[in-house]
């Protein structure tokens, strides 16, 4: 992986655009505070996602439907504070964009105001574009989010995997070019079959980020915590572990505790 410098130019919507153009693989994770965020800034990510998965991995809600704009503001200020060089969308959480037009520009002006984040991200296709032609009229850049979209959890009965059927992936593909005229500068793909992720990418201009959607997608996004392996009880197939964090902290807390007890931490060199 390519780590940023100093002289690293920080991303910017265009520059992303430009890696699709350049047939440059484009690196997402999600981040939901500062220290974890700088870390995975410092060691060269694209895009970080200030993800509503906070509600799930940062607050312990069974799904992202819980989480509030304040709440996800506050999450994405200390995000900002730590990327100098990634680009960072904020995910706009459910309720805040499907009332009204209005509601949803206001929303996301919001998001960018308070947070200082550079895009945003909202769930959905036909049925939300007016809402996406008003914040990129407004001047609020946006990344869609199709297939499994976890905040209609409770229309679809689950997180399974989605358009494996004609009609659910002729839907998918004419919602993504309608996406991309609408202005979006980009597009997730979440949970569909690989062909149907490589087809989308292939017939857009706009960068695809895939998660569970196959290997022919413009880049890939992972929730941080999953890939890192914090959780050791979610194991969906598309999901690669590139650490074993659940046990490597359990062993470090531990071993903190074994030593308080018994008396051998803090050890001479270790005080004042
Ligand atoms: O909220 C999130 O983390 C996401 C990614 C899984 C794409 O939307």
């Known amino acids: 992986m390519s780590v940023h410098t100093a002289a690293t130019a920080r991303q910017t919507t265009q520059t992303i655009q430009q890696k699709k153009q350049a047939g440059e693989k484009i690196a997402v994770l999600t981040s939901y505070d500062f220290t974890l965020a700088r870390l995975v800034d410092e060691a060269g990510i694209d895009i ?36 100098e060089h990634a680009l960072v969308v904020c995910d706009m959480p459910f309720g805040t964009y499907q009332i009204s037009e209005e509601e949803a520009v206001r929303n996301a002006m919001k998001i960018m ?38 905040q209609s959890v409770n229309q679809f009965g689950g997180y399974g995997l989605r358009a494996k059927g004609e009609a659910e992936a002729k839907k998918l593909i004419r919602d993504a070019h309608l996406l991309e005229d609408a202005g979006c500068f980009s597009l997730v793909l979440e949970k569909i079959p690989a062909a149907l992720g490589k087809r989308v990418s292939e017939e857009l201009h706009i960068p695809v980020i895939g998660i569970g959607a196959g290997n022919g997608t413009d880049g890939q996004v992972l929730v941080l915590h999953d890939m890192l392996g914090f959780n050791d009880g979610f194991k969906p197939k598309f999901l690669r572990r590139f650490a074993n964090m659940a046990e490597d902290v359990k062993q470090a807390v531990s071993a903190y505790a074994e030593a308080v007890r018994d008396g051998s931490f803090p050890n001479e060199t270790e005080q004042y």
């Open 48 to 83: 970080i996602l200030v993800g509503d998965s906070a509600s799930n991995v940062v607050c312990g809600n069974q799904t992202t439907l819980p989480i509030t704009l304040d709440e996800m503001i506050f999450l994405a200020k200390g995000v900002r504070r730590a990327a």
């Open 113 to 150: 105001q308070l947070s200082g984040v550079d895009a945003v991200k909202l769930e959905g296709g036909e049925e939300i574009m007016p809402a996406i032609r008003h914040m990129v009229q407004a001047g609020v850049p946006v990344m869609g989010h199709l297939g499994l979209t976890p």
